[in-house]
T-cell receptor, first 112, second 118 residues
Framework: KQEVTQIPAALSVPEGENLVLNCSFT??????LQWFRQDPGKGLTSLLL?????REQTSGRLNASLDKSSGRSTLYIAASQPGDSATYLC???????????FGRGTSLIVHP | GAVVSQHPSWVICKSGTSVKIECRSL??????MFWYRQFPKQSLMLMAT?????????EQGVEKDKFLINHASLTLSTLTVTSAHPEDSSFYIC??????????????FGPGTRLTVL
């Protein structure tokens, strides 16, 4: 059974810092990995989707990497802004079922 | 990207009543939709897989008679919480599976429905 762990659980940083959020998974036979953002009381916003054949994806100030062999993914946020404050969820779809398993998220606060 | 909608976005009901939540894929057909539940400060937990034209597949521990799922068309799945109780209060999120022509398989998530049972 796939297990997804996100570290740290919470993070508070001053504006402008570069951040790294970590996601690890136990079963490396994945189909894809997706990073989401969730604002309080809201649904999920997809940030980046990495297929199993890819190593990384970039969108604006966000960069996500994938290392299947080590069971890890990182989400890099450059020049953080207060508007980046949210919970970031990592979800891994394992080969066969395509149903994602979610981590518990990293709660990020970027203060001015 | 593909869009999935949910209705209502929030609902408050009395204990003992039933509540129906709709999940729609707006610009693609989804043979499979998923229903998740999220408690405060927790991650999403899969409740059931909804397949168009067939019975839903429920995860262990989820009462199928309490959480009725109907996937009547390729763009609509409904979740009905029957005889709701305060412990059913939660955030319910659906997703729809889109199988792309390039063999990708992606889930698109709805905005969620906040259910509060008094």
């Amino acid at each position: 059974k796939q297990e997804v762990t996100q570290i740290p659980a919470a993070l508070s940083v001053p504006e402008g810092e570069n951040l790294v959020l970590n996601c690890s998974f136990t079963d490396s036979a994945i189909y894809n990995l997706q990073w989401f953002r969730q604002d309080p009381g809201k649904g999920l916003t997809s940030l980046l989707l990495i297929q199993s054949s890819q190593r990384e994806q970039t969108s604006g100030r966000l960069n996500a990497s994938l290392d299947k062999s080590s069971g890890r993914s990182t989400l890099y946020i450059a020049a953080s802004q207060p508007g980046d404050s949210a919970t970031y969820l990592c979800a891994v779809s394992s080969g066969g079922s395509y149903i994602p398993t979610f981590g518990r998220g990293t709660s990020l606060i970027v203060h001015p | 990207g593909a869009v999935v909608s949910q209705h209502p976005s929030w609902v408050i009901c009395k204990s003992g009543t039933s509540v129906k939540i709709e999940c729609r894929s707006l610009d693609f057909q989804a043979t499979t939709m998923f229903w998740y539940r999220q408690f405060p400060k927790q991650s999403l937990m899969l409740m059931a897989t909804s397949n168009e034209g067939s019975k839903a597949t429920y995860e262990q521990g989820v009462e199928k008679d309490k959480f009725l799922i109907n996937h009547a068309s390729l763009t609509l799945s409904t979740l009905t919480v029957t005889s709701a109780h305060p412990e059913d209060s939660s955030f319910y999120i659906c997703s729809a599976r889109d199988r792309g022509l390039d063999s990708t398989d992606t889930q698109y998530f709805g905005p969620g429905t906040r259910l509060t049972v008094l």
